[in-house]
Nanobody, 123 residues
């Protein structure tokens, strides 16, 4: 893990909202692609969203229209706003920083990532 710290997870009922955040300690990541992936015991690791240094974003089909990734380089933070949450969104959410060439949903885990923050959605 490379100086990334997630926060903001929690437990909500289906249909609710949460925002998870990530702070990164080094300005180097400001030029990286950053994103979120999630993992749970019942599901394979899944890339959720990416945010390139040029501002372009990508989302997994499973979260399109419900999740929004945002980034504020001036205070070195990355956010993931999650709405209309579903039980299948349950998992540990990890903030990741990868090089531009690895900026895909499937490759986020190849870079640096933090300890994760747990999100639990009840039906």
């Amino acid at each position: 893990q490379g100086q990334l710290m997630e926060s903001g997870g929690g437990s909500v009922q289906a249909g609710g909202s949460l925002r998870v955040s990530c702070t990164y300690a080094t300005w180097t990541y400001s030029t990286y692609c950053m994103g979120w992936f999630r993992q749970s015991p019942r599901r394979e690791r899944e890339g959720v969203a990416t945010f390139r240094a040029d501002g372009t974003t990508t989302y997994a089909d499973s979260v399109k229209g419900r999740f929004t990734i945002s980034r504020v380089n001036t205070n070195k933070t990355l956010h993931l706003q999650m709405t209309n949450l579903k039980p299948e969104d349950t998992g540990m959410y990890y903030c990741a920083a990868v090089s531009a060439k690895d900026c895909t949903l499937n490759n986020l885990f190849l870079g640096y990532w933090g300890q994760g923050t747990q999100v639990t959605i009840s039906s």
